[in-house]
């Protein structure tokens, strides 16, 4: 199956897991439908393919003991790297087959967040940290459990004229639902729109209303943010959303959100307003028709204001995405 994923969905850097859902047992998980197991040792965090070369059990069923990956079936132990390093079963005087490996990716734990890949990453870390700014006070949000093809979440998230109707009150009031007209700019591979206003009642949980300054960004094709600028005092919150893909119409969202502002105040109020908005957006994009984002700009109605989306799935489409998309 892997086949069928081009470079641009295997070697991003995919969240999987949240740090404390990683103790001391193997954990599975689903990656682009390629099931892998993690696991964590003295040396860190690692992912394997979620399979014994053996006899074709998911090491997930195994345990974790002296920083080694003990298959449930017959005992074999893996290292971190993969190497298997013992197989009880057989006597002392022979040696363990090379071919006595598991398939290992890549995998690091960053902002809590336990990041694997099962392609080759270009980056050490997903790219779009090198956006984030290192005075800002960021916290992470969700995991959000959807019932919706990534690429349709992330379009949706990138989706401005939605905050007027799906979050009306809260991000936005439909009596002031025009959009301007805004152009999506390219630059070293991010796709960035010019300063959109949005007038928002309460336009982070703080019940304070404003005009907000959008710049939304596309930094993969699973991997998206929003910057939202006050205009009277400069505060600004970057939101970034990252998107596990676990089968074409089951997803895994993940936010970090990274403000300039109120550094000292409990995160609590940001991370519900935040569970909130998602509860809404829940409704529509497990909702769609059909569930996986059409990349023919014919198959749906496009506005001036959807020109983020056009550019997104214009983009998925030359990345050969293939995986939630029809
Ligand atoms: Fe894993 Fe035999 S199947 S050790
Ligand atoms: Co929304």
């Given at each position: 199956m892997t086949a069928d994923l081009s470079p641009a969905m295997l070697d991003q850097w995919y969240p999987v897991l949240?740090?404390?859902?990683?103790?001391?047992e193997p954990v599975s998980a689903m990656l682009l439908g390629q099931q892998i197991v993690l696991f964590r040792t003295s040396k860190g965090v690692h992912a394997f393919k979620?399979?014994?070369?053996?006899?074709?059990?998911?090491?997930?069923?195994g345990r974790i003991e002296g920083d080694e990956l003990v298959c449930a079936y017959h005992g074999w132990r893996y290292d971190g790297c993969g190497a298997?390093?013992?197989?009880?079963?057989?006597?002392?005087e022979r040696a363990i087959p090379d071919k006595a490996k598991a398939i290992a990716y890549s995998c690091i734990e960053e902002h809590g967040i336990v990041w694997a890949s099962i392609g080759r990453p270009?980056?050490?870390?997903?790219?779009?940290?090198?956006?984030?700014?290192?005075?800002h006070k960021v916290v992470r949000m969700g995991p959000y459990e959807l019932e919706a093809a990534g690429p349709r979440i992330v379009e949706n998230f990138l989706d401005v004229s939605h905050l007027m109707f799906v979050h009306e009150g809260l991000l936005g009031d439909s009596r002031y639902s025009e959009i301007q007209d805004y152009r999506v700019n390219e630059a070293e591979g991010v796709l960035r729109t010019d300063e959109i206003v949005v007038f928002q009642p309460d336009a982070d949980g703080r019940g304070k209303s404003m005009n907000s300054h959008y710049v939304y960004e596309v930094y993969g094709p699973f991997t998206a943010a929003l910057v939202k600028r006050n205009?009277?005092?400069?505060e600004l919150f970057h939101l970034f959303l990252a998107v596990l893909p676990i089968t074409e119409t089951k997803s895994r969202a993940f936010m970090l959100k990274a403000r300039?502002?109120?550094?000292?105040?409990?995160d609590e109020a940001f991370v519900s307003f935040q569970d909130t908005l998602i509860e809404q957006d829940r409704v529509m994009v497990e909702n769609q028709n059909p569930d996986l984002l059409p990349l023919?700009?014919?198959a749906e109605l496009h506005l001036v204001c959807d020109r983020m989306s056009i550019a997104y799935r214009q983009r998925l489409k030359a990345w050969g995405v293939t995986f939630g998309t029809a």
């Open positions: 949240i740090s404390s859902e990683l103790r001391d979620d399979l014994c070369i053996h006899r074709g059990v998911p090491l997930s069923l298997c390093v013992r197989i009880p079963s057989l006597p002392p270009e980056t050490e870390k997903p790219n779009f940290f090198s956006h984030m700014n290192a005075d205009p009277d005092n400069g300039s502002y109120d550094l000292e105040a409990p023919d700009l014919q």
